[in-house]
Nanobody, 119 residues
Framework: QVQLVESGGDSVPAGGSLRLSCAAS?????MGWFRQAPGKEREWVAF???????DYSASVKGRFTISRDNAKKMVFLQMNSLKSEDAGTYSC????????????????WGQGTQVTVSS
């Protein structure tokens, strides 16, 4: 059973930065980050393929950067210029095959790490 453990969540002021980490017991083809704000549905943030190809949701493009270290089985999410609407629980997810933005395409999830952005 693949396990994912996120870390790095914190409380930061608007405009600040955070780097989230996801440690995987086994790294999969597609690794993604999703987030869920209180009272809202979980939404896709970014994903990355083994070759480094990435994609981002429009709301974070240009501010967030996803990366991965396959040897260390780690995935990262560098978040810059944070806004209040970026607050929520950020979860790492893994998918065996091609990356997709639909959350139900991912069968492996971490517990999440909390990000709070104060204005």
């Amino acid at each position: 059973q693949v396990q994912l453990v996120e870390s790095g969540g914190d409380s930061v002021p608007a405009g600040g930065s955070l780097r989230l980490s996801c440690a995987a017991s086994t790294i999969r083809q597609c690794m993604g980050w999703f987030r869920q704000a209180p009272g809202k549905e979980r939404e896709w943030v970014a994903f990355i393929l083994p070759n480094g190809n990435t994609d981002y949701s429009a709301s974070v493009k240009g501010r967030f950067t996803i990366s991965r270290d396959n040897a260390k089985k780690m995935v990262f999410l560098q978040m810059n210029s944070l806004k209040s609407e970026d607050a929520g629980t950020y979860s790492c997810a893994a998918r065996r095959y091609a990356c997709m933005w639909q959350q139900n395409a991912y069968g492996i999830w971490g517990q999440g790490t909390q990000v709070t952005v104060s204005s």
